[in-house]
T-cell receptor
Framework: NAGVTQTPKFQVLKTGQSMTLQCAQD?????MSWYRQDPGMGLRLIHY???????DQGEVPNGYNVSRSTTEDFPLRLLSAAPSQTSVYFC????????????FGPGTRLTVT | AQSVTQLDSHVSVSEGTPVLLRCNYS??????LFWYVQHPNKGLQLLLK??????LVKGINGFEAEFKKSETSFHLTKPSAHMSDAAEYFC???????????????FGAGTQVVVTP
């Protein structure tokens, strides 16, 4: 199993550009989520999904969209990038209800200039 | 409401000496608690978890944590630090919202551990 994979690893955007961060898992996990990590703030939940076709907002959803058309994939879309979205983004997935253990991808480091 | 507070943003220890990382939580019900570790430029790895079974939880790489309900703490310890323990550590509480049985993770701000020879 590859686990949770994320692409790209690094990305630089100009203000106003849009892009999609890809996340895929091959563990047949129901639960998937996106976090952003900023210095001194830990990880904050952006959006999550409890199954194909079901998504919901986390703590910091503004400026981001998600969809879940398959169990495996959970892309995160930045609609119009802003410098405040400069961060490291992590995708995670979990199998059992309750999400007792989430498996994290390696992260995408995004810089918006 | 739930929150988690890591009491030290940086901890420096000598190799071979004990490590203590402090975490306090607030929760209106019995929580699930976790410690994750993040090595430089890597993703997060689960060290250990507490889910209302034994209050002393053993994890990987010699780490353990004790759940103390009366003190609302979940401190992480290791008897003898190794150079490979240099990393950032996150205390995490699983947060439920309404009828959401899945719960979402709420992270502390992190503790950076430096290990000196």
């Amino acid at each position: 199993n590859a686990g949770v994979t994320q692409t790209p690893k690094f990305q630089v955007l100009k203000t106003g550009q849009s892009m999609t961060l890809q996340c895929a898992q091959d563990m047949n996990h129901e639960y998937m989520s996106w976090y952003r990590q900023d210095p001194g703030m830990g990880l904050r939940l952006i959006h999550y999904s409890v199954g194909a076709g079901i998504t919901d907002q986390g703590e910091v959803p503004n400026g981001y969209n998600v969809s879940r058309s398959t169990t495996e994939d959970f892309p995160l879309r930045l609609l119009s990038a802003a410098p405040s979205q400069t961060s490291v983004y992590f995708c995670a997935s979990a199998w059992e209800r309750g999400g007792n253990e989430q498996y994290f991808g390696p992260g995408t480091r995004l810089t918006v200039t | 409401a739930q929150s988690v507070t890591q009491l030290d943003s940086h901890v420096s220890v000598s190799e071979g000496t004990p490590v203590l990382l402090r975490c306090n939580y607030s929760s209106s019900y019995s929580p699930s608690l976790f410690w994750y570790v993040q090595h430089p430029n890597k993703g997060l790895q689960l060290l250990l978890k507490y889910t209302s079974a034994a209050t002393l939880v053993k994890g990987i790489n010699g780490f353990e944590a004790e759940f103390k309900k009366s003190e609302t703490s979940f401190h992480l310890t290791k008897p003898s630090a190794h150079m490979s323990d240099a990393a950032e550590y996150f205390c995490v509480v699983r947060r439920r919202m309404g009828t959401d049985s899945w719960g979402k993770l709420q992270f502390g701000a992190g503790t950076q551990v430096v290990v000196t020879p």
